[in-house]
């Protein structure tokens, strides 16, 4: 194929202890799936289930120095499990939906919560909020074929060595299968989609300067430091 301008690059993750990388073709994004989480952003996790919204495939990158984010004065961090989709399907059942995973990591649904509320206050979409650039640093894919598929385990965040976020996957109110399940009702999964699970309490702010580390036991770590201003 011609293509009538230069394509931007392929995004991708690397896959733990391999040379290959991981395609990465959508990001969704599940909100809400930790009731404590739901909570400490004002609403009920019993009254309002889990819900989907999406990064574009290019916020992906693999943390070290990030520029801090423009238009924002409160960028907060969400680690969070994510899985990697390795091969596709519409209305998945629940009960086959792990076939369909590639592998696991660990990674960070950056959110610039200022521009976050404004949206929600005015009813608009999340995007500004959620969907910037280098808003989705990401561990090394650990393939399910190492690591098999984990249902428990510590999920943490740390800011400047303190932790901030602590939480175990067992939490999850929609678990990996379900989401999976609930997602490919709506729209077909397909190779390369990569799914953040939500995330545990505990969010907060970082500033220039600050160093980010985010963890799940069994699948990886990744770190993040924010350019001095
Ligand atoms: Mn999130």
Redesign the pocket.
């Known amino acids: 194929m011609q293509f009538a301008i230069q394509p931007s690059p392929q995004p991708v993750v690397k896959v733990l202890g391999e040379q290959s990388f991981f395609p990465v073709r959508r990001i969704w ?1 599940v ?1 809400r799936n930790y009731a404590a989480h739901a909570r400490e952003m004002g609403h009920d996790p019993d009254r309002e289930p889990p819900f989907l919204f999406a990064k574009p495939a290019d916020a992906v990158n693999e943390g070290g120095v990030l520029p801090f984010p423009p238009e924002t004065t409160d960028l907060h961090h ?1 680690v ?1 499990l994510v899985v990697a989709i390795g091969t596709g399907g519409r209305n998945i059942p629940a009960e086959t939906a792990l076939d369909h995973v590639f592998g696991y990591a660990v990674g960070f ?1 950056m959110t610039r919560r200022d521009l976050q509320s404004q949206a929600k206050a005015a009813g608009r979409p999340w995007e500004f909020g959620k969907a910037f650039d280098q808003s989705c640093p990401i561990s090394e894919i650990a393939p399910s074929s190492a690591i098999g598929h984990p249902s428990q385990g510590q999920i943490e965040a740390t800011v400047n060595g303190k932790v901030q976020q602590t939480g175990d996957l067992s939490q999850m109110i929609w678990q990996v299968p379900e989401a999976i399940a609930y997602l490919s009702r709506f729209v077909t999964i397909a190779p390369g989609d990569l799914i ?1 699970t ?2 545990p309490a505990g969010v907060s702010a970082v500033r220039p300067g600050d160093n980010l580390t985010g963890s799940c036991e069994g699948i990886g770590s990744i770190s993040v430091m924010y350019a001095p201003a």
């Open positions: 994004c909100g969400e969070e649904d953040m939500g995330t």
